[in-house]
């Protein structure tokens, strides 16, 4: 019997890589090896100071065992001697040299784990899930060996990303920043640990004997100690690591032929933001040179088809910091939202104070944290729409630049103030000297749409705020200010009186961020607004026709229907709930006069669906003048009743 002290194990323990104290894992004596040809059954006992290995007592007066195969092949066995190893030598000495891991009554089992009774086993390779997943997962413990003696970092935890490719390692590296130039130290640890051909062996301890272990290490003492008393607890040591794992592994690393990092990340423990940020480390690894040097081929391959980069090429959509995990549509990525552009809901809060709104509105504005970063849900769609000037070198020649967004909005407003939040926003960047034809274009653009409800509208002109109002955003000198106030007030009125209906000035109601032009109907309201303030906050410009100067875009703000919801309360009043055809939720209904003719009503619905309008028909038992008396209370737009006689000639 062997008797490993404790006080030896903390000592090695705090040996390793140059002095430094283990801070994850645990490390015991390499007093005792294994040779590879021998699977043991191994169980640590712990006296009051000793960590005791002992054989099985049924070691030395084995029970037979019978193994069934898939095939229904029955292999006799030893009981707490005979492995899955075993089984797969006895079939072949290829399948011996290539089976990573085993299943046993639907658990997986080591390869190396004597079998404790009758039982029936598969084998799986690399070419299987069950042990690739296995692979990958034992070469994360081999990523967690390279960086535990390498860096001396607390290990967390380190999956295989299942059903993936390859696996990481989450760790804590104290005020070390790693990064990929880590990566070559990293890829030498673990393929040392690979030529040492060290074995994955799986050990049962009890929980006072896990803590004791792991003491150093917060993070795997918390993981202990959510276990449920009555759980087995198992580590597993592969070389100088002893690892926290439930297993199974591969029988040991000389399986692992070809590793390589390939990425590393902040991640933060158990995923929250208010916990310690930890290094995540990714790894690939495989059984063979040549398939690792096809899987990164194949990773450059990809980079070139990335779908943010044709996204970008072909300007679909891109993507931006200051949103992360949004997209930005462009109008050639949004088809089925008729080429509008959308712009992502939560933005940085570094977004709304590069424009004013931190300092102006942000009271009225949903901010919460997220990864100790503070965000904010977007009150107002233009300051996304500067992203998306920016986000490439702009050039005179694409001027006017014209988007479009219906977009909601998230305003922390009193629920009676509360007025719809979905907005039809538009913003236009131009020179200075198209401002006349643009402001007028969207004046006509406006009428346009108002007539085809038969609306009428008045005109205002709101000039600028004063520059010294708290309200105002200007960065600039109070002189620069209303001398950009006073051009961009002239531009407005020019383009009125071009437009040719009649307008008055409403004094100091103009926008924080300067004047506009107001298309009052009440209560809905459109605007046309011109902005310098946003432009220069956004350091946004393009090119001039001498490339070596770069000028700054004035952006129009257009609004037509304001909120969606407030349009659609208008309109049910003004039509009186009597939809036009085109605008109608209720198009048609066709009514049977009776089940006889119901499946001819059917046919008549499906044909007049296929040519793309908004048809229902009532298959209700009710009479036929109580079915159109219902019809005419929903302001269907047309009635359409159908009997014997049109079931029978197929017309109506």
Request: with cysteine; charged share 25%.
């Amino acid at each position: 019997m062997e008797v490993l002290d404790v006080k030896q194990k903390k000592t090695a323990t705090k040996m390793f890589n140059n002095g430094r104290k283990a801070e994850c894992g645990c490390f015991l004596s390499q007093r005792r090896s294994l040779s590879p040809d021998s699977h043991p059954q191994t169980h640590f006992s712990f006296g009051e100071n000793q960590i005791r290995t002992t054989p099985s007592p049924s070691f030395h007066f084995p029970d037979p065992i019978k193994i069934t195969l898939p095939d229904g092949t029955v292999k006799e066995g030893k009981k707490f001697q005979t492995s899955p190893f075993d089984v797969a030598k006895e079939i072949s000495k290829c399948l011996a040299s290539n089976a990573l891991i085993s299943r046993v009554h639907g658990d997986l089992w080591d390869m190396s784990r004597p079998r404790e009774g009758d039982c029936e086993l598969k084998l799986y390779t690399f070419d299987d899930d069950e042990g690739r997943d296995t692979f990958w997962h034992s070469s994360a413990h081999i990523l967690g060996e390279a960086l535990e003696q390498e860096y001396g970092c607390k290990l967390c935890i380190g999956p295989c990303t299942t059903r993936g490719e390859g696996f990481y390692y989450d760790a804590f590296y104290g005020d070390l920043g790693l990064n990929e130039e880590h990566f070559k130290k990293i890829v030498s640890g673990a393929l040392k640990a690979v030529k040492e051909n060290q074995h994955f062996e799986r050990i049962e301890v009890t929980r006072a004997q896990a803590l004791e272990m792991f003491s150093e290490n917060k993070f795997k003492v918390e993981m202990i100690n959510e276990l449920l008393e009555d759980k087995t607890i198992t580590v597993y040591r592969c070389g100088p690591l002893v690892d926290l794992c439930r297993g199974p592994h591969i029988p040991n690393t000389s399986f692992v032929k070809a590793f390589t990092c390939l990425r590393a990340s902040s991640a933060y423990w158990r995923g929250n933001k208010d916990r310690e940020c930890l290094h995540r480390v990714y790894g690939i690894s495989y059984p063979d040179s040549k398939r690792l040097k096809d899987y990164l081929t194949r990773l450059e391959e990809a980079k070139k088809y990335y779908h943010r980069l044709l996204g970008s090429q072909q300007e679909l959509f891109f993507c931006h910091p200051l949103s992360p995990g949004s997209w930005f549509f462009l109008p050639h990525g949004t088809l089925v939202y008729n080429k509008l552009v959308m712009s992502p809901n939560m933005y940085n809060m570094q977004l709304w104070e590069t424009s004013g709104h931190a300092a102006n509105y942000k009271e009225n504005m949903f901010v919460f944290e997220i990864e100790k970063q503070e965000f904010g849900l977007k009150p107002m769609n233009c300051p996304g729409h500067c992203l998306m000037f920016e986000h490439r070198v702009r050039s005179y020649r694409e001027l006017p630049l014209r988007r479009a967004d219906f977009g909601i909005l998230h305003r922390n407003e009193a629920s009676g103030a509360l007025t719809g939040l979905t907005r039809d926003d538009a913003h236009i960047f131009c020179r200075e000297s198209q401002i006349k034809d643009e402001v007028r274009s969207v004046l006509e653009f406006i009428n346009f749409t108002y007539d085809i409800f038969g609306f009428t509208f008045d005109l205002k002109l709101s000039t600028q705020l004063n520059t010294r109002s708290k309200d105002h955003i200007g960065q600039r000198s109070t002189w620069v200010m209303r001398q950009l106030g006073k051009k961009a007030e002239a531009a407005l009125a020019e383009a009125l009186n071009e437009f040719g209906k009649p307008w008055e000035v409403n004094e100091g109601d103009g926008a924080f961020y300067g004047p506009k032009i107001s298309e009052c109907l009440m209560p809905l309201r459109g605007n046309s607004s011109l902005d310098f303030q946003l432009p220069t906050r956004f350091n946004l410009s393009f090119s001039a026709e001498d490339e070596a100067k770069r000028e700054r875009p004035v952006m129009i703000h257009r609004a037509v229907l304001g909120s969606v919801e407030r349009m659609l309360a208008i309109l049910l009043e003004h039509f009186k709930g009597k939809w036009p055809f085109w605008l109608s939720p209720r198009q048609a209904i066709v009514c049977p006069v009776s089940e006889k003719s119901q499946p001819y009503a059917l046919q008549v619905q499906e044909k007049i669906h296929r040519a793309g309008y908004h048809v229902d028909v009532d298959t209700t038992d009710r009479k036929i003048q109580k079915k159109v008396r219902e019809a005419q209370l929903a302001q269907y737009n047309y009635i359409l009743v159908v009997g014997e006689e049109e079931a029978n000639t197929g017309q109506g």
